[in-house]
T-cell receptor, first 115, second 118 residues
Framework: AQSVAQPEDQVNVAEGNPLTVKCTYSVSGNPYLFWYVQYPNRGLQFLLKYITGDNLVKGSYGFEAEFNKSQTSFHLKKPSALVSDSALYFCAVRDPTGGGNKLTFGTGTQLKVEL | DTEVTQTPKHLVMGMTNKKSLKCEQHMGHRAMYWYKQKAKKPPELMFVYSYEKLSINESVPSRFSPECPNSSLLNLHLHALQPEDSALYLC?????WGWGSSGANVLTFGAGSRLTVL
């Protein structure tokens, strides 16, 4: 069965510093990986996805993620964090069974960016 | 229009009430989803409609009844809920349910309906 793990419940970073939110995956077959962000009292917003191709994926709001097959990781990164990046971040993997668009989400990582 | 609109934003109901949550999108998406999310937890898939037909029911109790009247609307009818059903209910849509193209799999979520069952 496919799964994603987000090992950190919370990540704290100072504004202007680089940030990394970690995600590792376990899938049979090709991994289709996603990052979504959730601001307080809002739904999830799509940030970026990896389907195939370049291992470095660029997404919304200056975020990027690096797909690493050997380490089965898909860490989210941003070179310079903003206070407004503070939110709950979910990594997700597509469930290949059933042929559809079902996602398995990680447990989420709360990012707190401080002045 | 690139939004998914959910109403109401907040709903408080008793265990004997009947209420409905509504979701609307005008992006031409043919797949629509209901998710349940508890605080600080990942969303859990409840139902998926593809081309207005129920494709996925994740063993959700019958006190939750989905309905897809047309390609733009999705309802979730609630009856005889329990306090543990209190949660944020998220609607989402995507271009398609099937894995046909690289762009067909991104979910667009609504802001959610926060349900409290007393």
């Amino acid at each position: 069965a496919q799964s994603v793990a987000q090992p950190e419940d919370q990540v704290n970073v100072a504004e202007g510093n680089p940030l990394t939110v970690k995600c590792t995956y376990s899938v049979s077959g090709n991994p289709y990986l996603f990052w979504y962000v959730q601001y307080p009292n809002r739904g999830l917003q799509f940030l970026l996805k990896y389907i195939t191709g370049d291992n470095l994926v660029k997404g919304s709001y200056g975020f990027e993620a690096e797909f690493n097959k050997s380490q089965t990781s898909f860490h989210l990164k941003k070179p310079s964090a903003l206070v407004s990046d503070s939110a709950l971040y979910f990594c997700a993997v597509r469930d290949p069974t059933g042929g559809g668009n079902k996602l398995t989400f990680g447990t989420g990582t709360q990012l707190k960016v401080e002045l | 229009d690139t939004e998914v609109t959910q109403t109401p934003k907040h709903l408080v109901m008793g265990m004997t009430n009947k209420k409905s949550l509504k979701c609307e999108q005008h992006m031409g998406h043919r797949a629509m989803y209901w998710y349940k999310q508890k605080a600080k937890k990942p969303p859990e898939l409840m139902f998926v409609y593809s081309y207005e037909k129920l494709s996925i029911n994740e063993s959700v109790p019958s006190r939750f009844s989905p309905e897809c009247p047309n390609s733009s609307l999705l309802n979730l009818h609630l009856h005889a809920l329990q306090p543990e059903d209190s949660a944020l209910y998220l609607c989402a849509s995507s271009q398609a349910w099937g894995w046909g193209s690289s762009g067909a799999n991104v979910l667009t979520f609504g802001a959610g309906s926060r349900l409290t069952v007393l």
